[in-house]
């Protein structure tokens, strides 16, 4: 591995989006509905922006290796990374489910599927700039509506605008950072991007929440965050390297970025670090998924170091 070059690409991917978040958000109202989403548009983009300097005009070579393209993203892996997010939002829900209905493991509290309501707070997750008046006005009052609502939009818009975003973040992460770990085969490999992947994003995690002490919550999260960013790395490579093109695992992380929180819907009193699909439960679901590959697919992962886009 080129370490100098993968530690240029880490410290290039930070600070640049730490540079267009800031500039972003000068420019912007962050009360705003479109404020945030300028923000994050100007983060994802570090890690594309970094790959490409580094590639293109140190180093002098082709972007083309980096997955920007739909080689293989056939109508089958389409239909993959759209229903796969699906499932592990089921697979959480279930296994929340035994751990807390059937198991009462503390944490995990219980799935109630009669819950005709969504908790206030989970509201205020979904549209946190919207006001009372949002939830009245707009929002369902079935819950079952507002879970088909949120499903269906969450889908489409994972594999259109959500692209816009994702695409950046991918570009860096399972092009560049993908492809100079490779060596360090399946396992070594993706346990460092994903871990680089969560260390990234925490500049905007903290920047989201101003006047945040490092407290145990503030610890507990930021664990949280770097550990899904890790469990989620595995299946991303798989999606990205099978298909030949970074737009399937960006579409993937789109989508389930957008209808993770359908985990929470049908479950009462547990806390959302532990139960939701971007919580330790989904965790254990990303990590039982690593384990189907490598235990049903071991050409891939005994190729995957000479695996290319």
């Known amino acids: 591995m080129n370490y100098p070059k993968i530690l240029l690409f880490l410290a290039l991917s ?11 958000d000068f ?8 404020g945030p989403i300028i923000n994050l548009l100007a983060y994802s983009w570090g890690p594309g922006l970094a790959a490409i300097l580094i590639q293109k005009y ?17 109508f089958n892996w389409i239909l993959a990374t759209v229903f796969l997010p699906i499932g592990v939002v089921l ?17 995990f509290g219980e799935v109630v599927m009669g819950a005709n309501r969504v908790q206030e707070e989970i509201l205020s997750m979904i549209a ?8 009245h006005i707009y929002m369902p009052s079935e819950m079952w509506v507002l879970f088909f609502v949120i499903l269906i939009g969450g889908v489409f818009l994972g594999a259109t605008f959500n692209l816009f975003f994702n695409i950046g973040e991918e570009l860096g992460f399972r092009g560049f950072l993908l492809l100079e770990t490779q060596k360090l085969g399946f396992l070594g490999g993706n346990l460092i991007v994903g871990a680089a992947y969560g260390l990234w994003f925490l500049p905007y995690l903290w920047f989201m929440t101003p006047g945040a002490s490092l407290d145990f919550d503030m610890i507990i999260t930021t664990m949280s965050v770097v550990g899904y960013a890790v469990s989620i790395a595995f299946p991303m490579a798989y999606f990205a390297l099978k298909t030949r093109s970074i737009y399937a695992s960006a579409t993937f992380t789109g989508i389930m970025n957008n209808i993770s929180i359908l985990s929470l819907f049908f479950v009462i009193g547990g806390d959302p670090m532990v139960v939701g699909a971007q919580g330790l439960a989904g965790m254990f679901v990303f990590l039982a998924i690593t384990y189907l590959i490598i235990r049903y697919d071991s050409k891939f992962v005994d190729t995957y170091p000479d695996l290319f886009y």
């Open 14 to 24: 930070i600070g640049l989006s730490w540079l267009g978040l800031q500039i972003a």
């Open 27 to 34: 420019f912007t109202d962050p009360d705003s509905m479109v």
């Open 58 to 74: 140190v180093f002098r070579g082709s972007l083309a290796k980096f997955g920007w393209n739909r080689k293989r993203y056939s």
């Open 91 to 107: 697979s959480t829900t279930a296994m929340v489910f035994i751990l807390g209905n059937v198991l009462n493991v503390p944490g």
């Open 128 to 135: 946190p700039y919207s006001g009372d008046l949002f939830f």
